[in-house]
């Protein structure tokens, strides 16, 4: 399986982007999907995670009520909608897949995902 995220940027502060991460392969439904991201000089941090239908969703408080996460799986797409972003956004924002995951279930930890893309930078300027 391979990840590849896109959308990152330069955006004002309040100002909005949204990111996509395209899977390959046939098995995308049967993942659990997440978002982490990475600020500078900081460690790597979970922002969100859908379950395999989408009708669960997780986020970190620090995202809540900003950011959405979203799936189409016959896209073999996950997205992350960036909403009122702030300086302290600006990070590499990375996509994940767990495997195979039973329905339902979601992933807030790192070590739970064994698929990985590359990351894509988003700046958010004060």
């Known amino acids: 399986v391979q990840l590849q995220a896109s959308g990152g940027g330069l955006v004002q502060t309040g100002g909005s982007r949204r990111l996509s991460c395209a899977s390959s392969g046939r098995t995308f439904s049967n993942y659990v999907m997440g978002w982490f991201r990475r600020a500078p000089g900081k460690e790597r941090e979970f922002v969100a995670t859908?379950?395999?239908?989408?009708?669960?969703?997780y986020y970190s408080d620090s995202v809540k009520g900003r950011f959405t996460i979203s799936r189409e799986n016959a896209k073999n797409t996950v997205y992350l909608q960036l909403n009122s972003l702030k300086p302290e956004d600006t990070a590499v924002y990375y996509c994940?897949?767990?495997?195979?995951?039973?329905?339902?279930?979601?992933?807030?930890?790192?070590?739970?995902?064994?698929?990985w893309g590359q990351g894509t930078l988003v700046t958010v300027s004060s």
């Open positions: 994940a897949a767990s495997g195979p995951a039973v329905t339902g279930e979601v992933r807030r930890h790192d070590y739970e995902y064994k698929y």
């Open positions: 859908i379950s395999r239908g989408g009708s669960i969703r």
